[in-house]
Every structure is written in structure tokens, then in C-alpha cells.
């Protein structure tokens, strides 16, 4: 079993927000249906493109749809290196997989970028994580593991103030429907105080915020 990582639940999450949030500006690349034809045993396959942002939460390996997290991890290379995907179960001679993912710029990051400030933009901002142990009775896996409770600050800023209130609406709504995604290992969702604080004229957008809590399972060696 394999120590998890804070860091990787919350790319999960913001893989999500990617997938699920349309980009009015078109940025970036989506990449439909990508062919790998697996060998003997193969686990590890190499996308085709870099800077990729974010993979689709399924994948299609040989017909059958595979869950991101349950079924497979994703590898995301940093600057020009390739992301890879990799199953949990290896893959038999001829099996085709089919990858959805997106690559280049997005609407959506982790932190404000200092390069990259076309609007609109949609950052998640990671405030406070606390532990919460988990039971004798609770199904963790090998009994080793704990509930960690995070919350974030999701903010919006666009220089249209319908769009601004648009895109802040549909994103407090799939974070509040995360708990139905069935996202590996998230427990819980809730999203709550969506607040619009009009137009900052030093950032030269309208603004508008929400929080966003969440309760992983983390698992430990």
C-alpha cells in the first residue's frame, strides 16, 4: 500500500473543477479519445502532449470504463515532461485505452498565477486541514489510515460582471455536488457563503468568493 498525500486529493479536486467548468475564452486544448495499444502486462502509459492540465475523471480500457483514483493514477509532469497515466491492474497485448484530457492554459488553478492573468479566472486556495481519526469500526483500508477535513477558498474574478456572477454560480454548484461524483476516497462536500464583492478596482475585476469543505480518507505505510 502506498502512502497518499494531501497534495494528491487536492489535485483530484481541482482536476474536477477543471472537467466539469467551461472556459468561456477557449484556452487550451481538449484532446478527444487518445489511442494507446497496450503490450503484455503494460501499466504505465505516456500522453501524447505536454503541459497537460487536467485528465478526465474516466478513462476506456478494451470497452470498459476505468474510475480516476479507483482504477488508475494520474502523473503529472512539470514543465516539459510527459504525464502518465497508471493502471492498478496491468493491461493485456492489444487492449486499446482511451484517454480525454486537457493541455495548455486553463481557467482554473491552484494559486494566482503571476504570468497568466486573463479573465476569467477561477483559483481554489487551500486555507486549513485538521485530522480526525478514524474509528476501530470504520472500513479503512488495513485499518491504516485517517479522515483529514480540509477547507478552501474558491475565488472568481472577470472583467464582466453577468459572467462573473455566471461562472460563480455554476462553480458553487459543482463543488456542492461533489459528494455525488464519487471522487476517491471524499467522504464529504459542502460548499457554503457564496459572497459577491463587486468590482475591486485595484485588480480591475468583479470578485466574488466561496468556501469550500471537504473530508478525504488518507492512507499511511
Known sequence: MAEEYIYERERDILDYLR??????????????????????GQTVFKLNNIYVKNVADTIILDGVTKRKGYDYTVQYGE?????????????????????????????VEREFSRTDVKLP??????????????????????????????????????????????????????????RHANLFRTNITRAGELQNFDFDPDKDAYIWQFTGDIQWEILFT
Open 19 to 40: 472537467n466539469q467548468l467551461d472556459d468561456p475564452e477557449n484556452r487550451g486544448t481538449d484532446i478527444e479519445d487518445e489511442s494507446h495499444t497496450a503490450t503484455e
Open 79 to 107: 514543465g516539459k515532461e510527459a504525464t502518465s497515466i497508471t493502471l492498478n491492474s496491468s493491461a493485456s497485448a492489444g487492449e486499446v485505452l482511451l484517454v480525454n484530457y486537457h493541455h495548455g492554459s486553463s481557467m
Open 121 to 178: 479566472r477561477v483559483i481554489m486556495m487551500f486555507i486549513i486541514a485538521e485530522e480526525e481519526y478514524a474509528g476501530l469500526g470504520d472500513a479503512m483500508e488495513e485499518g491504516k489510515g485517517s479522515y483529514i477535513n480540509v477547507s478552501f477558498r474558491v475565488e472568481i474574478r472577470d472583467k464582466y460582471a453577468n459572467r462573473a456572477r455566471e461562472i460563480a454560480s455554476k462553480a458553487f454548484n459543482i463543488f456542492r455536488k461533489m
